[in-house]
């Protein structure tokens, strides 16, 4: 009697567990569901190769986004890459009262709003430089990237074995070689999955670009002017009144989240392939 | 009498404010294999990692006294040139898991910016691989990465990967206490090998490995050295009571 009670208790909380986990996804799905059935419609090839059109005209594009994004993307690794990469490897080889503290700050850096970043940039930045751009853009998702990177950085350094260390060393190796040769290659694919991590996280930033990269209706390739991005793309669009420019910002929409799945995926893959077997 | 190619002085070393080794004295001849034997915690390996300067990488090491290689003391020496001069492999086989069975055996090179011309490198990695009975068996799979190898040809290649900078002296580390019998065995022959052209110091607490592979043996008992002879003699005719208990197996 009493094992059936405990019997009919547990797969009572086994549904339970079930359908709290099918809850969670519940979102997750509509959302995606809500973006395709709203953005495939736009979604052509001329959606890619043209830039946006006036209002009331249809066919209008996305290029100068795409192209900002991209360029946006490039710019804010090539700052955040050396930084945060030689930051992730300092806090794993250095244990004392400053590297602890570093640690510390890195995690505030983390939860640092956005928006925040944004207005910093603008005042460091933008002020100085006397206008929007996009090197201006790319400092504030350089900040917004850094703290993934040295954090995943951090983590693989300290996994290597430190055997590996000594047998550089035994040979005659001095630190610097011994970093660049043994321990960054040995730790590459955990850097890189950090990398791509970063970079899905900071493409569909919109806040710290608002007083930064600004946005451009034509594509820019110089960056020290303002270009213009998905997100803010997106954000412009949807607050517009016309019906035509909301279709365009869900397409951007399904870009973005497939962009997003894809440096997902490619994390995954990343993590797995080049990973170091000792 | 041969030639003393490494000598100890009232060397001592351990960690924090803790001294593992206590003024230890030794003169290591020339192209002779030396077996430094001792129960776990004698400090056998804290001696070795003295010799090409490795102890000081732990943050708390401590040490005092000389250590003379060719009459030149290896503590006023760049620590860079002495490990150049005195290699070393250890227990476990730790080649870079990043390059190839080529770039392992070469690293020492690369690692150290010596730029060589292919043909060069060519020799110094069939050479040294030869040398550490492996040539044979990876000469096709030059370019295949080393940790595909088993831990045996692993711990050849970390030994050909020693040998390729051309020391003086080679510290083995407990080089089998990670290997099957029969890649024990293949290594021990290596040994007896080498020491024609490379003076060999092999930290073990295989009490019969040393017998099988050296010339002369030291015993360490509790960071002291307790007896340094010609193995043969310190088998049969044991001078010290700790060193008789040792080799009969009465601790370990």
């Keep these: 009697m009493r094992d059936n009670v405990r019997i009919i208790k547990d797969s009572l909380f086994k549904i339970l567990v079930y359908s709290l986990a099918f809850l969670s996804i519940v979102p997750l799905l509509m959302i995606i569901l809500q973006i395709v059935k709203n953005g495939a419609s736009v979604i052509t090839l001329k959606f890619f190769l043209r830039l946006p059109q006036p209002p009331g005209e249809s066919g209008g594009g996305i290029l100068n986004s795409l192209i900002g994004t991209f360029m946006l993307v490039i710019l804010a690794s090539t700052l955040a890459i050396p930084v945060g990469v030689a930051t992730g490897i300092f806090l794993a080889e250095v244990k004392n009262k400053f590297t602890e503290f570093l640690g510390t700050l890195v995690n505030v850096l983390q939860g640092l709003p956005s928006i925040v970043v944004g207005i910093l940039a603008y005042l460091w930045v933008v002020k100085p430089m006397g206008g929007f751009s996009a090197f201006s853009g790319a400092v504030a998702l350089s900040i917004m990237m850094l703290p993934m990177i040295i954090k995943t950085t951090e983590e693989t350094v300290r996994l290597i074995p430190f055997s590996l260390k000594e047998a550089s060393f035994s040979l005659g190796a001095n630190y610097t070689k011994t970093i660049l040769k043994v321990i960054i290659p040995a730790s590459a694919g955990g850097i890189l999955s950090g990398i791509i991590i970063g970079i899905s996280r900071i493409v569909g930033e919109t806040a710290p670009l608002l007083f930064t990269a600004f946005g451009n209706p034509y594509v820019n390739l110089n960056p020290a002017k303002p270009v213009d991005a998905l997100p803010l793309l997106i954000f412009n669009y949807a607050m517009s009144p016309y019906d035509e420019w909301h279709k365009i910002a869900w397409g951007t929409s399904l870009v973005l989240i497939v962009i997003v799945l894809g440096l997902n995926l490619l994390t995954k893959v990343a993590g797995k392939k080049w990973k170091t077997k000792f | ?252």
């Design chain 2, 1 to 252: 009498m041969e030639n003393k190619i490494l000598k100890i002085e009232k060397f001592s070393a351990g960690y924090g404010n803790n001294y593992v080794l206590k003024g230890i004295n030794l003169e290591i001849p020339e192209k002779k294999v030396t077996a430094i034997m001792g129960p776990s915690g004698c400090g056998k390996s804290t001696l070795i990692r003295c010799i090409n300067r490795i102890h000081e990488l732990n943050p708390d090491a401590i040490y005092k006294g000389h250590i003379y290689l060719n009459g030149e003391d290896i503590y006023r020496m760049n620590p860079t040139i002495v490990r150049r001069k005195i290699g070393m492999v250890f227990q476990r086989p730790n080649p870079f898991p990043t390059m190839s069975i080529y770039d392992n055996v070469i690293a020492g090179y690369t690692l150290n910016g010596i730029k060589l011309k292919r043909n060069e490198k060519d020799r110094i990695v069939e050479e040294a691989l030869k040398k550490a009975f492996l040539w044979d068996e990876v000469k096709d799979v030059l370019h295949r990465k080393g940790t595909f190898l088993s831990g045996g040809q692993q711990q050849r290649l970390c030994i050909a990967r020693a040998l390729a900078m051309k020391p003086e002296i080679l510290l083995l580390d407990e080089p089998t206490s990670a290997l099957d019998p029969k890649a024990t065995s293949r290594i021990e022959e290596l040994i007896v090998e080498l020491k024609e052209t490379v003076t060999i110091v092999l930290v073990t607490h295989n009490i019969s490995q040393a017998a099988r592979v050296s010339d002369y043996t030291a015993f360490l008992y509790l960071g002291e050295l307790m007896e340094f002879g010609p193995t043969e003699r310190i088998f049969v005719a044991p001078k010290h009571k700790k060193t008789e208990e040792y080799l009969t197996g009465k601790f370990g």
